[in-house]
């Protein structure tokens, strides 16, 4: 069983950044893929970053050289750091992880960018 605990989300206004995270229960070194991954209301999660555990990363077109992905295997978590935000990012943000066959989600932090 993998909890996975989201945090960093809030309102910010256009241009500024925020940095998510998101804590695992128990050691991430075994995880292959994280992700996060987003949704707005009446629309399909979707994927936002993801990153290997050899630390490579691909990222929705929307969000290339704004977002970076990171995790830190030390402190079990996931990062994600969102700068240039947009109103097109308000979403709620999702932590992801697949282990073996059984998908694990966070339970979600909201991102509201606005003025």
């Known amino acids: 069983q993998v909890q996975l605990v989201e945090s960093g989300g809030g309102l910010v206004q256009p241009g500024g950044s925020l940095r998510l995270s998101c804590a695992a229960s128990g050691s991430i070194r075994s995880f292959n893929t994280m992700a996060w991954y987003r949704q707005t209301p009446g629309k399909r999660r979707e994927l936002v970053a993801a990153?290997?555990?050899?630390?490579?990363?691909n990222y929705a077109d929307s969000v290339k050289d704004r977002f970076t992905i990171s995790r830190d295997s030390a402190k079990n978590t996931l990062y994600l750091q969102m700068n240039s935000l947009k109103s097109e990012d308000t979403a709620v943000y999702y932590c992801y992880v697949k282990v073996i066959l059984t998908d694990y989600w966070g339970q979600g932090t909201q991102v509201t960018v606005s003025s």
């Open positions: 990153v290997t555990a050899g630390g490579k990363t």
